[in-house]
């Protein structure tokens, strides 16, 4: 299917937790003009204490290098997660994949968002929360085996972000961003939470948006035909 554009974030290669299969079934079904990867695309923070990487990884790689190819722009946000790269942006590779830590795209200001995010700001207390968010994934896994539908990775998702409230609103803090930059929207990820909203910032509206990830949701968002939408892979 030909589509101006397709978002995805947090798809944490590297981690167990990744829906690696359902992410590469989802991209063979596009042909977007502009591929935007909004963040922790690469989970350099668990790759960093112990080598993970299946098969349909590289695959995915390879079908996002096949886009390239085929003329479809590939913007790479980085993330928390993948900051490694952000010592080097902006980077460019054969003219048609390019590496940025924030980007502009049709009045939208894509970020992935931890930039303005109290708790990764504190970097040590973000690493801790990532090996216990892995290991509540793992728990969450082996319940849904035995029928069960709570979702521990959830709650420590919700009670870590709440306990950190009074740091930052996320939401209302990006589409301040946007608002400064004299854009009318924010796309953005971090929190795998996907939404489409609009937050007032003074007298202006801003749309916010967020991809969503493909750890727990396997979520994403489409532009086309001058709409935005957001589609969940079950």
């Not at 493909?214 to 957001?230: D, G, L, Q, R």
Request: one cysteine or more.
């Amino acid at each position: 299917m030909k589509i101006e554009a397709l978002f995805i974030s947090d798809v944490h290669l590297g981690s167990r937790g990744c829906n690696s299969k359902e992410l590469l079934t989802t991209l063979k079904q596009y042909e977007p003009k502009y591929l935007i990867i909004v963040g922790d695309f690469v989970d350099g923070w668990l790759l960093k204490r112990r080598y993970f990487w299946r098969p349909d990884y590289t695959e995915i790689l390879k079908t996002i290098l096949s886009y390239s190819q085929n003329g479809t722009k590939v913007v790479y946000v980085t993330g928390n997660h993948d900051d490694f790269f952000r010592e080097y942006t902006p980077i460019l590779f054969g003219g048609s994949i390019r590496i940025v830590n924030e980007y502009i795209w049709n009045d939208f200001f894509i970020t992935h968002g931890d930039l303005y995010d109290g708790v990764v700001k504190l970097k040590w207390l973000g690493v801790l929360g990532g090996f216990g968010y892995e290991v509540a994934i793992c728990i969450d896994r082996l319940l849904k085996s035995f029928g069960y539908k709570t979702s521990l990775s959830k709650w420590l998702k919700k009670t870590v972000k709440d306990a950190v409230k009074f740091i930052t609103d996320f939401e209302k803090q990006l589409a301040y961003q946007a608002k400064q930059r004299g854009c009318s929207g924010v796309i953005a990820g971090h929190i795998h939470t996907p939404a489409d909203k609009v937050v007032k910032i003074g007298d202006d509206d801003i749309r916010y948006l967020n991809c969503g990830d493909w750890i727990e949701n396997n979520s994403y968002i489409i532009y086309n035909n001058n709409k935005f939408e957001i589609k969940y892979v079950k």
